[in-house]
């Protein structure tokens, strides 16, 4: 079984456009994450969201909104698609704890924006 | 805000040979994490550190946390090409979480 899965594998679209990308996690974590992943690797932060909180990155561009329609679903919507947010992004999930459990991600969704 | 810095950022060496990669904070840390990214792949956790001065464990893997914590050290002994990937520390300050840069291992046979 797929711990944490995400839809699509491989998304590819003009500047512009809109476009949503899907997760899923079957562990029962309370916090969910999304990850976005440069050409150079950087992982940076982009959300994290459990129930209660929505916790966001203050560099993430507002055309960027997280959705989550239930404790294990957390999508990422993306607004007027521009050059720059070409990038593989991660979903991740993880118990809610202080200290932070670990996190387990999901395979990643590359993004080509032409 | 928060720093993180990993050196190296590139390492190759022989299979059979050690490897370190290190992590170092701007500020103290409430905990680590490490995280082994193989190319092509996601990342996959490795450790966490809680506790200053922390060592750990995993087979040919040693972990350590620094007494001040905010520096931490991945050490693999006698690599093996299955080494090969970028290893993350992830570094928890309580309030947010935030990834390294990355060493990014090659291992050659």
């Known amino acids: 079984d797929t711990a944490v899965s995400q839809t699509p594998k491989y998304l590819v679209t003009q500047m512009g456009n809109d476009k949503s990308i899907k997760c899923e996690q079957n562990?029962?974590?309370?916090?969910m994450y999304w990850y976005k992943q440069d050409s150079k690797k950087f992982l940076k932060i982009m959300f994290s969201?459990?129930?209660?909180?929505?916790?966001i990155n203050e560099t993430v561009p507002n055309r960027f909104s997280p959705k989550s329609p239930d404790k294990a679903h957390l999508n990422l919507h993306i607004n007027s698609l521009e050059l720059g947010d070409s990038a593989v992004y991660f979903c991740?999930?993880?118990?809610?704890?202080?200290?932070?459990?670990?996190?387990?991600f999901g395979p990643g969704t590359r993004l080509t924006v032409t | 805000g928060q720093q993180v810095m990993q050196i190296p950022q590139y390492q190759h060496v022989q299979e059979g040979e050690d490897f370190t990669t290190y992590c170092n904070s701007s500020?103290?840390?409430?905990?680590i994490q490490w995280y082994k990214q193989r190319p092509g792949g996601h990342p996959v956790f490795l450790i966490q550190?809680?506790?200053?001065?922390e060592v750990k464990k995993q087979k040919r893997l040693t972990f350590q946390f620094g007494e001040a914590k905010k520096n931490s050290s991945l050490h693999i002994t006698a690599t093996q090409t299955t080494d090969v990937g970028t290893y993350f520390c992830?570094?928890?300050?309580?309030?947010?979480?935030?990834f390294g840069p990355g060493t990014r291992l090659s291992v050659l046979p």
């Open positions: 562990l029962g974590h309370d916090t």
């Open positions: 969201y459990n129930n209660k909180e929505l916790i």
């Open positions: 992830a570094c928890d300050y309580g309030q947010n979480f935030v």
């Open positions: 500020t103290t840390l409430s905990n």
């Open positions: 991740a999930s993880s118990r809610l704890g202080v200290p932070s459990y670990e996190q387990y």
């Open positions: 550190l809680v506790k200053s001065g």
